[in-house]
């Protein structure tokens, strides 16, 4: 089981839920939440939500669970992924 991709979608309350459960992936600013650039295959630090951008290949493995759990825990339901 892997993550492929995970984004933000508009919504976000920037309660830092996300990133207290999984650092190395969400990073939460003022105004909404990053996928950081440095797991990203384009290095961007944005939501994710226009580039749509793959998780680096290690990522996808090691932090998926982590990833399923934060998007759980986000009271929004905000953090979308591709699982494959
Ligand atoms: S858990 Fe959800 S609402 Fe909270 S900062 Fe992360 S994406 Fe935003």
Known sequence: MAITKVWIEEGCIVCNACEAETPDVFHVTDT?????????????????????????????????????????????????YDQV
């Open 32 to 80: 909404s939440c990053n996928i950081i650039g440095s797991c990203r295959k384009d290095g961007i630090d944005s939501e994710n939500r226009d580039e749509m951008s793959e998780l680096n290949d290690d990522i996808q493995t090691e932090l998926a669970d982590s990833i399923i759990a934060a998007a759980a825990g986000c009271p929004v339901e905000v953090i979308k």
